[in-house]
């Protein structure tokens, strides 16, 4: 099992930068993948960023040039550094973590990002 938790959310004007941690926890060994999602209200949750344990990374088409996705191996925390959000960035941000071994989808229960414009 693998127990992740965000941190990081909260308000920004519109133009302002965030920066989300997700600490992962449990048997993080079989970690893979890491990523970010949101769901913003009413809407369907997103794939946002991912990136691989040898660092490789995507980005949705809506954040590239504004987030940056990283991880520190060593900490087991993944991050999202966003900058020039915008009010539709305004979401839930929720960690995923892909296990190795079994496949096996976890998720944090997720971080509020509010951008006022």
């Known amino acids: 099992q693998v127990q992740l938790v965000e941190s990081g959310g909260g308000l920004v004007q519109a133009g302002g930068s965030l920066r989300l941690s997700c600490a992962a926890s449990?048997?993080?060994?079989?970690?893979?993948?890491m990523g970010w999602y949101r769901q913003a209200p009413g809407k369907q949750r997103e794939l946002v960023a991912t990136?691989?344990?040898?660092?490789?990374?995507y980005y949705v088409d809506s954040v590239k040039g504004r987030f940056t996705i990283s991880r520190d191996n060593n900490k087991n925390t993944v991050y999202l550094q966003m900058n020039s959000l915008k009010p539709e960035d305004t979401a839930v941000y929720y960690c995923?973590?892909?296990?190795?071994?079994?496949?096996?989808?976890?998720w944090g229960k997720g971080t509020l990002v509010t951008v006022s414009s």
């Open positions: 449990g048997s993080i060994f079989s970690i893979g993948t």
């Open positions: 995923n973590a892909q296990s190795r071994v079994n496949g096996m989808d976890y």
């Open positions: 990136i691989t344990r040898s660092s490789s990374t």
